[in-house]
C-alpha cells in the first residue's frame, strides 16, 4: 500500500490512551523504556504537528514572543491539551506551565509516584524545535499526576536542559536548580 499524498492528517483520541499506552508500555518494556518510546512519539508527533499549531513558513523565530506564545497556548487548548502559560525563569530556560494538562489528569493511581507527561515532553521539544529552526530540549519539573499543584516543563539548550536535571536529580528545588546555571 502506497502512503497518502497531501499534508498530514490529524485524528482525534480519547486521553484515555496516555495512561493506557503508559501502563501497557510499562508491563512489556519497564518504566525507563516507557518514558523513552513516549518522548520519542511524541517528539515526532510534535515536530509533525508545527507546521499546523503555527505558521513556520515565514519563520516563527521571527514571531514577536508574546504572540508566539498566545498562538501556541490557544492551539494546543482548542487541541485540548489545556492551558499553557511561558514563564521566562532564567535566560537560558523558559517554563511552559499549565494547571489542567490533559496528560496528568488520566494518570491512575499507579503513577503517583512519576511525572506522567512522557508523551508532552517530547511534543512539546519537537513543536519548540520545529518553531525555533533548532535543538530545543523539555524537562517535565513537575507533573498534577503525582500531586504536584501544576505539570510544568522547563525547555532551553540540551546543555541548559541536562545541567538542570543534573541539579535536580542532585536534590535542589527547581529554583535553587535554575540559580545554579
Do not use: N
Not at 505558521?55 to 487548548?77: E, I, K, N, Y
Not at 525563569?89 to 512519576?114: I, K, P, Y
Request: with cysteine; glycine share 12%; net charge negative.
Amino acid at each position: 500500500m502506497s502512503p497518502p499524498h497531501g499534508p498530514p492528517r490529524d485524528v482525534a483520541l480519547p486521553a484515555s490512551i496516555f495512561a493506557t499506552l503508559r501502563r501497557e508500555l510499562a508491563k512489556e518494556a519497564g518504566a525507563l523504556p516507557t518514558i523513552h518510546a513516549l518522548h520519542a512519539a511524541g517528539f515526532a508527533a510534535g515536530t509533525s504537528a508545527a507546521a499546523r499549531l503555527f505558521d513556520t513558513s515565514d519563520g516563527a523565530s521571527d514571531t514577536p514572543s508574546g504572540v508566539f506564545w498566545s498562538r501556541l497556548s490557544d492551539g494546543l487548548r482548542r487541541r485540548g491539551w489545556g492551558r499553557l502559560e511561558h514563564q521566562a525563569v532564567h535566560d537560558g530556560v523558559g517554563l511552559l506551565v499549565s494547571t489542567d494538562w490533559v496528560e496528568a489528569e488520566e494518570a491512575g493511581d499507579e503513577d503517583r509516584e512519576q511525572a506522567s507527561c512522557s508523551f508532552t515532553s517530547g511534543y512539546l521539544s519537537g513543536l519548540l524545535t520545529e518553531g525555533a529552526g533548532g535543538p530545543v530540549a523539555v524537562l517535565e519539573v513537575s507533573c498534577r499526576a503525582r500531586g504536584d499543584h501544576r505539570c510544568a516543563f522547563a525547555f532551553g539548550s540540551e546543555d541548559a536542559i541536562h545541567d538542570l536535571y543534573g541539579s535536580l536529580l542532585d536534590g535542589a528545588d527547581l529554583d535553587g536548580a535554575l540559580a545554579s546555571l
